[in-house]
């Protein structure tokens, strides 16, 4: 984990605040564990994920890791995260 | 009709560029900018008992029999609001048709009657019941009032299927724009971008089918559509993924049109210096389908040299190469600031800014993917739902548009195109490659 890297908590404390206010509707419940694709995510609102992460996190996520397995939940996006701060 | 001066709905920018789109097909003979979605029901509904719905739900959304007018205060167009008395829209009209081609026709008749938009038409009912004893539901609206979105969520609220239908109010189905979340002394710069955008496309401007044959061009559209069977639809979508990338079916799809229009045009022995397809994006919250009575969505112009044309992958890549720096330059944002002046300024001259940066086009082709129909159009008043279309008219120039979606688990693509531009032959001979191409080259 590099200088100014955050925790995990934090990093999925943060998908969480992206998600609910800029992606989501209000009513929608969004929790660490919730299947996004399966609440209504779309590709533009992948995009704009990624381009966050990429801004808050300075990570940009590897095409072969943009799978449903990674992005499907916060917990998972928030691991994979976790995942590639370590390896920098 | 009466109209009260408290009963004023503003149009947002994005529903004032359907409106030039509007001015400009009607200037050219054309119905107007106007969509259906065609459900095919599994039983016989008749003409009364739609009106009779109808009434009730008329009743509790004006909007559906709404005038646009631009007066003093405000001096942007609004939508003004019927009062209580009875509105003549939306209407139903009932069709017995006889054999197959008959009933092709009656649809492109539809498809090309416009609306009468000024005395408050924006939504019409056809009902066209088939010997075997089915009904066909076709609604026909004016793409000022609603996107596709809106649409589906009205018939959801139309045929009682949609949960909550009999709770919603007018005012939830307008709440919730976009353009409220941004900040309001930051549209104005943000839209600068979205202009610059469309310069530097238009150093390779596109060519239109239209535009190229306009002078013996006969204003009315035809259509055909493909489908796919739940096999072949489950084969496309694992190449989009594999392709185009996870949530990315677009890509693969508007790749697979860019390059068969890019054959079309070269058999056709027209040279365009540049291709540009115009990519829509829904600014709705996700998880919700509000607002329902107005455009939300944002325009994003992609351009491909001919040279990557003639390469499937070259296309994919040059695609989600530009919609990752759209989403990094925030050029959903200020394109969304750009059409809201459209508001401030007569519509036609937000077009004609784009129209004269592309040497009088918009783009070569026009394209959508509404996705997957929603949960509540697989039954519509009590009647299960065993088929839907999208049907919708395209602006001329360029006059040439594809959709693609799904229902019941196939895929399905309607080609539309101003009648006269393109064979019948010609149109399936289209589709038909364009699904190969899909299939990567497996046989459909």
Partial sequence: M?????????????????????????????????????????????LRILVFIEKTFGLRIPEAEINEDRMSTVKNMAGLIDELQQNT | MSFSKTH????????????????????????????????????????????????AVRARFSMLAARIKRGLRPWTPCWHLPSADKPAYPR???????????????????????????????????????????????????????????????????????????????????????????PAGARLPQAGKSFARVDELAACPPVSLYTHARRSIAPRFDY????????????????????????NASAFYIAAAMVQFYQFLQARQIRSPGYVVP??????????????????????????APDR?????????????????????????????????????PARMYAAKIRKAFAGEIAS??????????????????HGVTSMQHVPTVVVPPGMGIVFYTFSGCLHITLVYVESLIAKDEAESFLSALGNQLLADRKI
């Fill in chain 2, 309 to 345: 044309l003639e390469d499937f992958d070259a296309v994919m890549g040059s695609f989600k190469q530009q919609t990752q720096a759209a989403v990094r330059q925030d050029l959903i944002e200020s394109n969304t600031c750009a059409m809201e002046l459209a508001r401030f300024i």
């Fill in chain 2, 92 to 182: 139903v009209r009932s069709h017995e048709p006889g054999d197959e081609d008959d009933l092709h026709r009656i649809r492109t008749d539809f498809l090309n009657h416009p609306l009468d938009t000024r005395g408050g038409e924006l939504v019409r009912f056809d009902l066209v019941h088939t010997k075997a004893g089915n009904t066909e539901v076709i609604m026909t609206w004016s793409h000022m009032l609603m996107d596709v979105s809106g649409a589906q969520y009205l018939l959801g609220i139309i045929g009682k299927s949609l949960q909550g239908a009999d709770q919603y109010t007018q005012a939830e189905l307008l709440s919730g724009s976009y353009i409220e979340r941004l």
């Fill in chain 2, 224 to 247: 055909r559509v493909v489908s796919f069977s739940p096999g072949q639809t489950g084969a496309i979508m694992a190449q989009a993924e594999k392709r185009g990338g996870f949530l």
């Fill in chain 1, 2 to 46: 590099g200088d100014g890297d955050m925790a995990y908590d934090e990093v999925e404390d943060a998908l969480l605040a992206f998600l609910r206010n800029e992606i989501f509707d209000p009513g929608v419940e969004i929790r660490a564990d919730t299947h996004l694709i399966a609440a209504g995510l779309d590709s533009f609102s992948l």
């Fill in chain 2, 365 to 382: 082709l026009v394209f959508a993917n509404p996705g997957d129909a929603p949960a509540f159009l697989y039954e519509f008043m009590g």
């Fill in chain 2, 8 to 55: 004023k709905v503003p149009l947002n920018g994005a529903d004032c560029m359907m409106l030039a789109f509007d001015h400009q097909m009607r200037r050219l003979g054309f119905a107007g900018n106007q969509a259906q979605i065609v459900l095919g029901l599994s039983g016989r509904l008749s003409g009364s008992e739609l009106e009779t719905r109808l009434h």
């Fill in chain 2, 279 to 304: 990519l829509s994006v829904d600014l709705r919250k996700k998880g919700t389908h509000l607002p329902v009575f107005t455009n939300q969505a944002a325009t994003l112009l992609c351009g491909f």
